[in-house]
């Protein structure tokens, strides 16, 4: 069964552009949550998908947003980048019916000059 | 919403001995606390995990204890490897469809 893949994995941007971010969770998992990876700031809760629908949201700005399709596959935009959105952003998949282990990728590096 | 803290931010090890790391949560309403391990430039992975009917999970070398009164769970490993060196995350999630939420990590160095 393939992972969780994420694209881009690095990518380089400057201040005042926007990014998409990519994740086609584990086939046959309907949930996808985002999370953003800081040094000293661990694993900050960003939003999660399932079928569709955005179950939970976490503390961040409303130029953070994302979407699900029929497909489960996930995507993660980020307007107007700031030097402090420079992170990992991690991508984590799983069934979505209750408690139960998350599949993380690999993330997907944003740095913004 | 739901906030947890962990303890110590770094931890250094002889190898043989034994590491405890330490969470708290907030929210009395978390029912599911795992913890996961990220090596160097690799994914988070689920090592271990509790629900709140349970008081103690043992898995080989890895231990984690709840106290639901207290609100707090702790990571027990004994007979460090240094493989064992990584980032440890303790992690609460309240009921079935809340989101889980990190503690900011713990990383554990174990030295031959």
């Known amino acids: 069964k393939a992972g969780v893949t994420q694209t881009p994995r690095y990518l380089i941007k400057t201040r005042g552009q926007q990014v998409t971010l990519s994740c086609s969770p584990i086939?046959?998992?309907?949930?996808v949550s985002w999370y953003q990876q800081t040094p000293g700031q661990g694993l900050q809760f960003l939003f999660e998908y399932f079928s569709e629908t955005q179950r939970n949201k976490g503390n961040f700005p409303g130029r953070f947003s994302g979407r699900q399709f029929s497909n489960s596959r996930s995507e993660m935009n980020v307007s107007t980048l700031e030097l402090g959105d420079s992170a990992l952003y991690l991508c984590?998949?799983?069934?979505?019916?209750?408690?139960?282990?998350?599949?993380f990728g690999e993330g997907s590096r944003l740095t913004v000059l | 919403g739901e906030n947890v803290e962990q303890h110590p931010s770094t931890l250094s090890v002889q190898e043989g001995d034994s590491a405890v790391i330490k969470c708290t949560y907030s929210d009395s309403a978390s029912n599911y606390f795992p913890w996961y391990k990220q090596e160097l430039g690799k994914r988070p992975q689920l090592i271990i995990d509790?629900?709140?009917?349970?008081g103690e999970k043992k898995d080989q070398r890895i231990a984690v204890t709840l106290n639901k009164t207290a609100k707090h769970f702790s990571l027990h490993i004994t007979e460090t490897q240094p493989e064992d060196s990584a980032v440890y995350f303790c992690?609460?999630?309240?009921?079935?469809?809340?989101?889980?939420?990190f503690g900011k990590g713990t990383k554990l160095s174990v030295k031959p």
């Open positions: 509790i629900r709140s009917n349970v």
């Open positions: 992690a609460a999630k309240e009921g079935s469809q809340g989101n889980l939420i």
């Open positions: 086939s046959g998992h309907r949930s």
């Open positions: 984590a998949s799983s069934l979505g019916g209750g408690v139960g282990e998350l599949f």
